[in-house]
């Protein structure tokens, strides 16, 4: 043998963790993300860890639940072959829903406010979506009262990401179990985590406190947006037999730098 040939022989050859090779559809890769642990900016004596939602195949959370929706629009027979789906949306939301509705044969049309980034209108579009922009000041409960508004009018399937509950069932399902199965023989003494629409939050935390009822869940939000924590309730409506919708942006809200943390409700 060569001398490269014997080195090559000596050194370890890493391999990647074992995963499926071959999936039917890019939705199949959603989920199961890695958790890794953070080495540099943890304080001093804390295991820091975060589940990275990146690994998504649109590098978002959103992925998980625009799969769920869709599926439980399907398997309820609200969303028919061809169809159209609509929702008030203005970032990775509308990413997730537009690639989903891309590999399912649906048109999707998302309503979005003119304040929020153009890049992911651009990303929308590209992954096939219709986008209607909607003012600025009306923020992000005009976007969705739009949306409310179109499938009303033409009998599209709204997808009620705040308000549907295959959204949470879906965390409480997937992204629990798998940090939950993650932390097997671990301690996790807390679970952190932000709200857009709050399913995750109530999915995974769910099932991580039925999991490890020691581990404390922590929600964080922003100072100057402290929907929760300012203890004031945000009003609702009912819309297309759905209740929860909101009636009007919330008393406490107001813009912040992290922008697409949570809209104004």
Known sequence: ??????????????????????????????GDTPVVRINRLAPAGVELFVKCEFFNPCSSVKDR????????????????????????TGRNMGIALAMVCAQR???FVATM????????RKVMRMLGAKVIVTPAPLGGTGMVLKAQELAEKHGWF???????????????QTTGPEILRDFAGRRLDYWVTGYGTGGTFAGAGEAIKAGSPD???????????????????????EVLGKFGAPAGAHPEWKAHPIQGWTPNF
């Open 1 to 30: 043998r060569s001398a490269a040939a014997a080195g090559a022989a000596r050194r370890h050859i890493a391999a990647s963790a074992p995963r499926r090779a071959i999936f039917d559809d890019i939705t199949g890769t959603v």
């Open 65 to 88: 639940v625009a799969k769920a929706l869709i599926d439980d629009a399907e398997q309820s027979g609200k969303l028919k072959p061809g169809g159209t789906v609509v929702e008030g």
């Open 105 to 107: 044969g649906y048109t």
């Open 113 to 120: 406010s003119e304040a929020f980034a153009v890049e992911r």
């Open 158 to 172: 709204y997808a009620h990401q705040f308000e549907n509950e295959a959204n949470p069932a879906y965390h409480a």
């Open 215 to 237: 581990t404390k869940i922590i929600l964080s939000e922003p100072k100057t947006a402290p929907l929760v924590t300012s203890g004031k309730p945000q009003d609702r409506k």
